[in-house]
């Protein structure tokens, strides 16, 4: 066994989540490997503190100081498995810079998850949100998920169907706090088709000849749209999307369609789904600034940490702008981002 992780108390966890809230952990500490991550657990049982594991932070509101102890995963792996002419599968640990496996992957020449370039976080994080974008999800191409159930001490591989994927959902959220994910294995091709109807890139790509397309310059072509709408963290904090885009009822989209001829969204045979980027914009939040925090003047799923603001800040513009949308169209948003540290 290897030696005790080291606990530091009283940590700033700024530097940790992408919203550059500055919340204290009462205990940190950061762990390399399972048979570390088993330890820090026990100490948190043994201290009565309830543990938080962290990942990028590209996900998290801290609406306060943490009490307990903050486990960030550090757990480093890539490597090829089960390579079978065009397939292969790819084999990461949870501490994996997420874009980075993506253009490695691209790189590689392997297509499956080229859409999903320049998303915030740690691989770990993934398949708790199904994270998604351009006509793509991490469920395309997950194979499995090895994880530590908290709840058996054991250490245990869920296939694809057992994560329960849908939009922006999986069993990790409807189970929280049970599974610590420690290793995702994806199975990628380098014949795969690629997605390019989502409109932004097929205007990128309008003229084109997209047959001779690589994985790399469809990874390219991603970074390049997501950079003309979206901030990046690491100059302008902010957690990504903050809101889900809603799903309504065709009877309640054709309704809004005769309110609204030019509603954005994507009906399906069932029901359609909203976008909640123009839900926000028409009640005039794009580009809001109260001095601390704001709404990108470019996208408004985003709210953004201009100048020091605090996690309540935060979520108080979020319950403003939530308010705004429920009263003009009736339509609840839900907010992408966990909240923890709530005084």
């Known amino acids: 066994m290897s030696s005790q992780p080291r606990i530091q108390e009283n940590v700033s966890l700024a530097g940790m989540n992408s919203l550059g809230i500055d919340a204290q952990a009462r205990y940190f500490v950061s762990v390399t490997s399972v048979d570390a991550l088993r330890q820090a657990l026990a100490w948190g049982a043994e201290q009565s503190v309830e543990p938080l594991i962290l990942g990028g932070g590209s996900n998290l509101v801290f609406a306060g100081d943490y009490p307990g102890l903050v486990i960030r995963l550090a757990i480093s792996r890539r490597c090829w498995e089960n390579i079978d002419g065009d397939e292969a599968t790819l084999v990461l640990g949870a501490g994996e810079n997420w874009h980075s496996v993506v253009i490695y992957a691209a790189s590689a020449g392997y297509r499956g998850i080229e859409n999903l370039a320049l998303i915030p976080g740690t691989v770990g994080a993934a398949p708790v949100q199904n994270i998604g974008a351009y006509g793509s999800e991490l469920r395309d191409t997950l194979l499995e998920v090895s994880a530590l159930d908290r709840r058996t001490g054991e250490e245990i591989t869920l296939t694809n169907?057992?994560?329960?994927?849908?939009?922006?959902?999986?069993?990790?959220?409807?189970?929280?706090?049970?599974?610590?994910?420690?290793?995702?294995?994806?199975?990628?091709?380098?014949?795969?088709?690629?997605?390019?109807?989502?409109?932004?890139?097929?205007?990128?790509?309008?003229?084109?000849?997209?047959?001779?397309?690589?994985?790399?310059?469809?990874?390219?072509?991603?970074?390049?749209?997501?950079?003309?709408?979206?901030?990046?963290?690491?100059?302008?904090?902010?957690?990504?999307?903050?809101?889900?885009?809603?799903?309504?009822?065709?009877?309640?989209?054709?309704?809004?369609?005769?309110?609204?001829?030019?509603?954005?969204?994507?009906?399906?045979?069932?029901?359609?789904?909203?976008?909640?980027?123009?839900?926000?914009?028409?009640?005039?939040?794009?580009?809001?600034?109260?001095?601390?925090?704001?709404?990108?003047?470019?996208?408004?799923?985003?709210?953004?940490?201009?100048?020091?603001?605090?996690?309540q800040d935060v979520l108080a513009l979020a319950d403003r702008i939530r308010n705004d949308v429920e009263a003009r169209f009736g339509i609840a948003l839900e907010m992408e981002p966990g909240v923890v540290g709530r005084p």
């Open 161 to 311: 169907s057992l994560c329960h994927f849908s939009y922006r959902d999986s069993v990790f959220k409807h189970e929280p706090g049970r599974y610590v994910i420690t290793t995702v294995r994806l199975r990628l091709s380098r014949s795969r088709p690629f997605s390019l109807e989502y409109r932004d890139l097929a205007d990128y790509f309008d003229g084109e000849d997209t047959r001779s397309l690589t994985p790399l310059e469809v990874a390219n072509a991603v970074m390049a749209v997501r950079r003309r709408k979206l901030p990046d963290p690491a100059q302008l904090p902010n957690a990504g999307s903050f809101f889900k885009n809603p799903v309504v009822s065709l009877k309640t989209w054709h309704a809004l369609q005769q309110s609204y001829p030019d509603i954005a969204g994507h009906p399906g045979d069932n029901n359609a789904k909203v976008a909640a980027a123009w839900l926000i914009d028409q009640c005039g939040w794009k580009g809001y600034r109260n001095g601390k925090v704001g709404v990108h003047n470019r996208q408004a799923l985003v709210l953004v940490n201009h100048s020091h603001g605090s996690g």
